[in-house]
């Protein structure tokens, strides 16, 4: 699976922003699919995870309740809408195509990787 993610810029802080991944190649529907993201001089951190059926969704404590994924399995896309971004959300998000129908926190569970997209939330 090959990913494509797009949507990001620059926003104020309290603004919102959806960004998207889409997948090409087969077994995107049958795969559990990611968002991680990564700030200069720190570890990728997970940020959100859907189940390949759409039904199960996790997130990581600190967008827990601004962030929400989605998927639309017929067009091969992932999203991943941001509400009330703080400047700590600042960073280079990237999607990933998990290894199987649902791939938690862990960045080895996932074995695709898209090119990231830089979402900048300013003060």
């Known amino acids: 699976v090959q990913l494509q993610a797009s949507g990001g810029g620059l926003v104020q802080a309290g603004g919102s922003l959806r960004v998207s991944c889409v997948a090409s190649?087969?077994?995107?529907?049958?795969?559990?699919m990611g968002w991680f993201r990564q700030a200069p001089g720190k570890e990728r951190e997970f940020v959100a995870t859907i189940s390949w059926r759409g039904d199960g969704t996790l997130y990581g404590d600190s967008v827990k309740g601004r962030f929400t994924i989605s998927r639309d399995n017929a067009k091969n896309t992932v999203y991943l809408q941001m509400n009330s971004l703080k400047p700590e959300d600042t960073a280079v998000y990237y999607c990933?195509?998990?290894?199987?129908?649902?791939?938690?926190?862990?960045?080895?569970?996932?074995?695709?990787w898209g090119q990231g997209t830089q979402v900048t939330v300013s003060s």
């Open positions: 190649g087969r077994a995107f529907s049958n795969n559990a």
């Open positions: 990933a195509g998990g290894r199987g129908s649902y791939s938690g926190k862990s960045v080895s569970n996932y074995q695709s």
